[in-house]
């Protein structure tokens, strides 16, 4: 069973060496910026060796593959080889094939809302809703480590729905804490722009206070965010593909995932919270 330990990162990220390379076979992809070639799902990538490793994993990015140095499974891929599947892989049989491509990116989705969770668990300012949060960790984490079949049958939408409640809230509380935003700084967009899904794509947010910002779903792809303010501005769902944050604080940032950190571009200078990696592509 896979147990949420004092550091959930360490089950909820993926752990290559413990997985048989589910996310390069199971996965479809398409010629793009981010990927070289066509790749249909439950083909394995030519790059993938014997071993289930890429053989071409450090120069990813050089050889047109940013897609797969985005990607972050939250542990789907070792949970699925290690627990549904008790270490067996897709190349033993055809059964287990069509069962673990099927189940992977379910428990993919489970994982990703139980770092949610997790995160929330961890917001002081939430704590009102720490028993109900415990107790939706534990239905996701059932359903995670659920028999194969059962995890197929799961209706994922029904069981996220009481949860993003539960998020939404989580944030709520812990962006109101704190020093607000200077509303009377200068901004060169309209602060009504600043909300849940907002489109901002290649917005100029530079030194921008956005303390406390509501930013959900927000459309941030190649927005340049440098020097900005983003503790305690809710992140989760926003599409930070590009964006510049060079210099930027997203020491506090709410909901904040490797995978966002990976798919923007940062500096030295650039503040993340303690459970996030600091991309190596960033210079």
Known sequence: MATIVEEP?????AECGDCVGLCCVALAFAKSADFAFDKPAGEPCVNLDGDDRCSIHPHLRDRGFKGCTVFDCFGAG????????????WRDDDAVRAGMFAVFPIVRQLHELLWYLEEALRMPAAAPLHPALREARAEVEAAADAPADAIRMLDVDELRAPAAELLREAARLTR???????CTAPLRVKRSRIRPGADLLGADLRGADLRGAELRGALLIAADLRDARLVRAEL??????????GGADLSEAIYLTQTQVN???????????RTVDRPSHWR
Do not use: K
């Not at 990162?9 to 990220?13: E, F, V």
């Not at 798919?263 to 919270?273: M, S």
């Open 9 to 13: 990162r360490r089950a909820l990220r």
């Open 78 to 89: 070792q949970h699925v080889t290690r627990h549904t599947f008790d270490g067996r892989s």
């Open 176 to 182: 109101e804490t704190g020093e607000p935003a200077d």
């Open 263 to 273: 798919a923007a571009t940062g500096d030295a200078r650039t503040r993340l919270p």
């Open 236 to 245: 989760i769902g926003a599409d930070l593909r590009d964006a510049r944050l």
